[in-house]
């Protein structure tokens, strides 16, 4: 492989959300990026968009709370920039608490941000080796190319891990049946809210997760062995557990009431906004790697979603990461090529925030090592931070990808009544963060770049 990089600082490799946050904040700092992206060349199993910065799995970004970890995050990366997160609030859809977004509009603004960029190229090609001389942020995500894998495999001289994460269908709006279904977020007044609910009786529950179980799985390759991801289980999965786990998952009717009753049904499924128009609906915890016929079959038996007309069916996929304890440094550099940095989930977090916030790290500190000088380490006080001591300080025989939470993050150091816990990490986070943000923006770090 010949790639021509003069007249560039640095290369990012996959244009997700992890590698258009490393783009994108490199040419902040004046680094001059060559972004490559090998859709629409090659698309894998999961993607069918050319745009950037592609969703395929859910719309929602999760929680808003500032007292929650995810929450936090987000705060961390309004502060520090992330095209992510601000195209995200430009594209919002209703979701309640969480922060959701209309999928066609983020993607398309994201890569319109990126290809205008007078500092970012974007060349439409694969990359299968890792052979260049700049430094690299290999953002090619958890569906990375097997070649390109096994190039990253030979620097590390690790073996991959993997697991299998599913996709949640998607149902046409109009298709859903309102006489069954009502609208109301948890906790909301009867007929308020941005979620749809089918409600279920006992009997609809039970026949329901029956034919979960016994229903047509697809197939997996014999050489895969699947170890799912405890935090996005394929619904059928979860039914496999006990005949009350959706109950207690997905499937909760906590905080919710149905009006024919003004009881808590049973059971419900929730439909979240897709779009901004409503055109669409997510079923909210709905993977699956059921067959696609039988999903049909099964959902249809849903109160509300008898006629459902599926715009998107589950689908179930790999997704791999290197061994980060093992390879990665707390800039995420690769040990044996320093180089090259890893980001995105492919350097071992879960979630689309998780895998921007490591692109921006990556992008960041590429931009540094190309101008000569120190990449930072982030405290570990921060959300961005306890996502990096996750991977470096986690064990790495038990080593598993994971969304941001308070468990990763060092210990308070006193003892805080429960309900206060998640405000005192995020306000020692915040303060921290902004510490931090002011020493790298006004350190020395940039003045190579800034004075040439």
């Known amino acids: 492989m010949s790639i021509k990089t003069a007249g560039y600082d640095l290369v990012v490799i996959g244009g997700g959300l992890a590698g258009s946050e490393a783009a994108w904040q490199a040419a902040r700092l004046g680094a001059r990026v060559l972004l490559f992206e090998m859709k629409p060349v090659r698309f894998s199993p999961a993607h069918q968009s050319d745009n950037l910065a592609e969703l395929v799995c859910s719309n929602s970004l999760r929680s808003n709370d500032r007292s929650s970890a995810v929450g936090l995050l987000k ?5 520090a920039g992330s095209l992510v997160m601000a195209v995200a609030m430009e594209t919002a859809v209703p979701a309640g608490k969480a922060l959701a977004v209309d999928r066609g509009l983020f993607s398309k603004a994201i890569t319109e941000s990126i290809e205008q960029n007078p500092l970012i190229d974007v060349i439409r090609q694969e990359i299968t080796e890792l052979d260049f001389d700049l430094p690299v942020v290999v953002a090619a995500g958890p569906l990375c190319s097997d070649t390109l894998a096994q190039s990253l495999s030979m620097i590390t001289k690790q073996e991959y891990l993997h697991f299998y994460d599913a996709i949640a269908p998607i149902v046409m709006a109009d ?6 279904c009502f609208r109301q977020s948890r906790y909301s007044p009867q007929g308020v809210g941005d979620y749809l609910n089918c409600p279920m009786n006992q009997i609809e529950y039970d026949g329901f997760v029956s034919a979960l ?6 197939p997996l390759h014999d050489f895969e062995d699947p170890r799912y991801f405890e935090g996005c289980l394929p619904v059928e999965v979860m039914a496999e557990r006990g005949i009350q786990t959706l109950r207690f998952g997905p499937m909760k009717p906590v905080g919710l009431s149905d009006p024919t009753t003004g009881q808590p049904p049973y059971a419900v499924v929730q439909l979240r ?3 901004r128009e409503m055109t669409m609906y997510n079923m909210v915890g709905f993977q699956t790697k059921l067959t696609w016929r039988e999903q049909e079959r099964i959902f249809q038996t849903i109160p509300g979603l008898e006629n459902a007309e599926f715009l998107r069916l589950g689908s179930i996929h790999r997704n791999t990461f290197v061994c980060a304890p093992e390879v990665l440094t707390p800039t995420l550099q690769l040990k044996a090529r320093p180089n090259l940095f890893i980001a995105g989930q492919l350097s071992g977090v879960e979630g689309y925030l998780e895998s921007t916030a490591m692109g ?24 961005h931070g306890a996502l990096v001591r996750h991977l470096i300080q986690s064990n790495a025989a038990s080593f598993q990808p994971m969304n941001v939470n308070f468990g990763l993050f060092p210990p308070l150091g006193k003892k805080i009544r429960k309900s206060e816990r998640g405000a005192a990490y995020s306000q020692r986070a915040i303060d921290c ?7 790298f923006l006004h350190g020395n770090c940039l003045k190579r770049k800034s004075a040439s």
Do not use: H, Y
């Not at 298709?175 to 069954?180: P, R």
């Open 360 to 383: 921006w790290l990556a992008g960041i500190n590429a931009a540094l090592l190309a101008f000569k000088a120190d990449p930072v380490v982030l405290p570990e006080e921060t959300a």
């Open 175 to 180: 298709s859903i049946n309102m006489d069954k």
């Open 433 to 439: 963060w902004q510490g931090f943000l002011d020493a």
């Open 75 to 79: 705060q961390e990366m309004l502060m």
């Open 273 to 275: 906004p897709e779009n």
């Open 213 to 218: 179980i016994s229903g047509q799985k697809a």
